[in-house]
C-alpha cells in the first residue's frame, strides 16, 4: 500500500514586505495546502494587506499584538500548522529572495524518511557563491564554524539560511517558547534539533540577492551572538555526553582539557620564575609541562572525532509517530 501524500503548510514571516509577499504567495505550487501569512506587528500592515489583495483560498493570516521577531513568527506559524495537523512545515522569507518552486526539494528527504529538518545551502554550486559579498561569505564561514560546535551539526554550512522545511512530528516535540525569537533564531533551532537527536540534511539553492535592506547589523550581535554559541556549546555537551548519556568521549574531554591548561599553566609559572631569576628552564621542567599539554590535545581531538561521528543521522519523525499510534483492540 503506497503511502499518503503528505499535508504541507507554509510560513511566511512578514515584515515590511508589502512589495513582495503577494509575489512570494502566487509562486508556491498546488502541493501546499496551507500557507500561514504571519504579520508580525508590521508598520506596513501586510496582514491587513493580504487579507485585502490576495484570493488564494489557502492563506490564513496571523497577527501579533507585538513585535516579536522573525522566531516569534515562525514559532507561531509552526503552532498553529500543528493545531491544524499538517504534515510538513515549510518556513519561507516574504521579501522575496527564496524559489518557492524548491519547497519539493526541501520536502522530499522529510517524506523518503532520509531527514526530519531540511534547510537551504547556498555553498553547493561554486559558480553561484560569486554572486555573494565578500563580507557574507566571510561572516557565513565564521558563524558555520560556530554553529557546528554549538549544535553538533558538524556537516551543515550556511547555518543563517532561513529556507527550511521541518516534519510536525519533530516540531512538536521542540521547546517553541524557549527557541530564540530574533536573529539567533535558525541556529538556536539546530541546537534544539540537537537535543532531540533529529537528523538535518542540507538542501542545495541558489544565493540570490534583490532590492532588499537587512536590519541584521553585525557590530550589535557579534557578542551576544558569542555568548549564545558558548551557552548553547556547554548546554550540548551536558545533555549528550553527561545527563542523557556516558561514553568515553566524556572522559576524554574535561580530563584532556585539565592536562592541556594543567601543563601549560605549570610550563607558564616556571617560565616565569626562571625568566625572573635569569636562569634557563630545566629540560625536566619543561617536559613536565609539554608531556601533559600533548596528552591533554591528543584527547580533545579525540573527543572531536567522536563527537562529529555522532552527527544524528536517524529521522525520529517515523519513530514518534509509531509511537503515536492508538493501540489494536481485539
Known sequence: MS??????SVVIPSYKVTRHILG????????????????????????????????DPRVVVLEHAENQGVGGAVMTGYQAAIAEGVDIIVKVDG????DASLIPDFVAPIVNGEADYTKGNRFFDLEQINQMPAIRLFGNAVLSLLTKLSSGYWDLFDPT?????????????????????????????LFRLNTINAA???V???????DEVSNLKISKIVTEFMAKHLRNFGKRIFYNYYLRN????SIELPLGLAMLFGGGGYGIVHWLQSAHAGTATAPGTVMLS???MLMGMQLVLAFLAHDIASVPRRPIHRMTRARAKPPVRS
Not at 509562486?27 to 500592515?45: A, F, L
Not at 539553492?205 to 534583490?210: F, I
Request: include cysteine; proline fraction near 8%; hydrophobic fraction near 40%.
Open 204 to 210: 542545495p539553492m541558489d544565493a540570490s540577492y534583490g
Open 24 to 55: 512570494v504567495i502566487a509562486g508556491i505550487g498546488p502541493e501546499v495546502s496551507r500557507i500561514y501569512v504571519v504579520d508580525d506587528k508590521c508598520p506596513d500592515g501586510s496582514g491587513q494587506f493580504v487579507r485585502e489583495q490576495c484570493g
Open 95 to 98: 521579501d522575496g529572495q527564496m
Open 161 to 189: 539560511n532561513g529556507y527550511t522545511a521541518i516534519h510536525v512530528n519533530a516540531a512538536r516535540h521542540l521547546p517553541l517558547h524557549r527557541i530564540s525569537k530574533r536573529y539567533f533564531f535558525e541556529t538556536d533551532m
Open 246 to 249: 556516558m561514553s568515553l568521549a
Open 3 to 8: 503511502n499518503p501524500i503528505p499535508r504541507i
Open 200 to 202: 538535518v540534511v542540507d
Open 290 to 292: 609539554a608531556l601533559p
